[in-house]
Nanobody, 126 residues
Framework: QVQLVESGGGLVQAGGSLRLSCVAS???????LAWFRQGPGKAREFVGD????????YSADSVKGRFTISRDNAKNTLYLQMNSLKPEDTAVYYC????????????????????WGQGTQVTVSS
């Protein structure tokens, strides 16, 4: 089972950008990958996912047009490019790997993934 490690979080002003990375400990090119986030006092939220080839992505309405998910299977790495950040984007961001190989979409349900990273904090100041 691959282990996932996120990085790239930090403090940024509203309107700024950050790029998060999620590195897997082994090959995960057969599996769709996803991003979640959990803000202070909020429920965990599904941000979006990317299929196993990287050719199809889905983004939640709350981030659509601002966040872009991509992957580099040669580097076993998932990315989340976040632009036009808002204070409400403040959260711990987690990556997750699907249980099922060769899927176009994940379920968006936290418990149904094979593994998750430890999270990276993103703080957006107003």
């Amino acid at each position: 089972q691959v282990q996932l490690v996120e990085s790239g979080g930090g403090l940024v002003q509203a309107g700024g950008s950050l790029r998060l990375s999620c590195v897997a400990s082994g090959p995960c090119g057969r599996f769709a990958l996803a991003w979640f986030r959990q803000g202070p006092g909020k429920a965990r939220e599904f941000v979006g996912d990317i299929n196993w080839t990287g050719g199809t992505t889905y983004s939640a309405d709350s981030v659509k047009g601002r966040f872009t998910i991509s992957r580099d299977n040669a580097k076993n790495t998932l990315y989340l490019q976040m632009n036009s950040l808002k204070p409400e984007d403040t959260a711990v961001y987690y990556c997750a790997v699907d249980r099922r190989p060769f899927t176009s979409r994940t379920t968006g349900i936290w418990e149904e993934y094979a593994n998750w990273g430890q999270g990276t904090q993103v703080t957006v100041s107003s």
